[in-house]
């Protein structure tokens, strides 16, 4: 008959079994971790192999004429009405006197933007004394020339499977061994607003659009968040009601993001009759969007406090305003405004409830104000992606890893801060 397992002998057997469980554990977590991390490096290996060709733009030299006949035919200069575009085609020809025909010209008039009238435009209106000289300029190229010195056009298709024809890109060969053709640093991409072209489209009205929202939503989702947090963790009495508000707090914060964009179509553009398309009614919008959001942080970030900073407070004879104002609040602070921070990204990341309010709509200029026609960042994604044109791809890529590193930076902030202003207890 067998001697049964002692305790030590059972433990040491068991002692085993449970080692090879955790390493099994440890390596299926080390592996989870890995393949997580190995996604999203593809992901942004992509992204920016895609969007880093984006931040430079094709441009041509050409020897353009300020014809005073053109520019001034009265005898002043007359912006409205001068026919720039007609200078650069001038200096086009001027470049290829071999090209006679209609057809032709048109075709070499295609290597060049339209853009680069307005950059005419622009040079005569910063300095007048320069109509009746000729100056050397870089212009910026098409589209299309700009896809192929990027090489995004392959040369070697068929003339029918590209949108460039065989005299176009001899003619672009021929810029290129005369020093004529040049990479630069893309600024029209942060300096303009939208665009049907894509070499002249640029993210500045996004942005800015984007930046009016959140300034509006900052102002309005902080304090009232804090209020609300404060009220409801410190003086609302527990009752039913606060339970229920509570609740519906804890709801709020897991809605889906478009249902806010249709509750700000009702009330604020149908009902209230603010502007369409306007960040202060995206502001609105975001702000109730974030509201539970920071009004959840900021009651965990109070709750955090130990009560021993209240009792002594109350003990030295502080009220209880006094004591929430003058400790509670400073020491929670750093977690409130993390929360705000965390809350104010993904606002800036939101598109379902903009889309809902207008906010989808084609527009060129820079607003101004909080009441003029604007897009946001992740609207202009949208626009663009959604766009035929392939020199918009690239945009698009590039629209997302700015995107990418304003979410990046107001991060690295939430967790400065707090660091910075956590104090130890």
């Known amino acids: 008959m067998s001697n049964p397992l ?15 469980k955790e390493a099994v554990f440890k390596t299926i977590g080390l592996l989870a971790t890995a393949v997580g991390v190995l996604f999203l490096g593809v992901f942004f290996a992509t992204l920016v192999a895609k969007g880093s060709s984006a931040f430079q733009q094709t441009f041509v030299q050409l020897d353009i004429e300020l014809s ?13 009405f001068a026919d720039f575009d007609g200078l650069v085609r001038t200096a086009l020809r001027n470049e290829f006197p071999e090209v006679s025909g209609r057809s032709e010209r048109r075709e070499l008039y295609r290597l060049v933007s339209i853009g680069a009238g307005y950059q005419l435009r622009d040079l005569v209106a910063a ?27 392959d040369a070697s298709l068929d003339a029918s499977l590209r949108p460039l024809s065989d005299q176009q890109i001899d003619w672009i060969r021929k ?6 053709v040049d990479k630069q640093f893309n600024r029209a991409l942060f300096t303009n607003g939208d665009s049907r072209e894509p070499e ?15 300034l509006v939503t900052l102002v309005l989702s902080f304090p009232i968040g804090v209020a609300a947090a404060i009220y409801l963790e410190e003086f609302a009495p527990r009752n039913r009601w606060s339970d229920l508000i509570e609740v ?98 993904r606002a800036l990341g939101e598109s379902a409830p903009l889309l809902m309010i207008g906010m989808v709509a084609f527009i060129v200029d820079v607003p101004g104000s909080l009441t003029d026609p604007a897009t946001a960042l992740p609207v202009q994604i949208y626009l663009w992606a959604d766009s035929p044109e392939r020199a918009f791809a690239e945009r698009t890529s590039a629209a997302i890893i700015v995107l990418l590193a304003f979410l990046l930076v107001m991060n690295l902030a939430a967790v400065i801060l707090r660091k910075r202003m956590e104090r130890k207890w």
């Not at 002692?6 to 090879?20: D, F, I, M, N, P």
């Not at 053109?70 to 002043?76: F, M, N, R």
């Not at 002249?200 to 959140?214: Q, T």
């Open 248 to 345: 519906n707090i804890n709801n709020l914060a897991a809605v889906p993001s478009i249902v806010f964009g249709l509750l700000g179509l009702a009330v604020f553009i149908d009902w209230m009759a603010l502007p369409r398309s306007a960040p202060l009614v995206g502001g609105l919008v975001l702000t109730l969007l974030t509201l539970p959001v920071i009004i959840i942080a900021s009651r965990a970030a109070i709750k955090a406090v130990p009560p021993s900073i209240r009792e002594a407070a109350l003990g030295l004879g502080a009220s209880s305003t006094q004591v929430v104002f003058h400790h509670v609040l400073p020491l929670a602070m750093p977690g409130m405004l993390t929360g705000a921070i965390i809350g104010m990204s």
């Open 6 to 20: 002692t305790t030590r002998e059972k433990v040491a057997r068991g002692l085993g079994r449970r080692r090879r």
């Open 68 to 80: 005073r006949d053109v520019i001034a035919p009265d005898g002043e200069i007359d912006l409205a």
């Open 127 to 153: 300095d007048p004394a320069l109509v009746g000289t000729t100056q050397s300029l870089w212009v910026p190229a098409s589209s299309n020339v700009d896809m192929l010195i990027k090489g995004n056009i």
């Open 175 to 180: 810029l290129q061994q005369d020093g004529r």
């Open 200 to 214: 002249l489209a640029g993210i500045k009205g996004a942005m800015m659009g984007s930046f009016y929202m959140l």
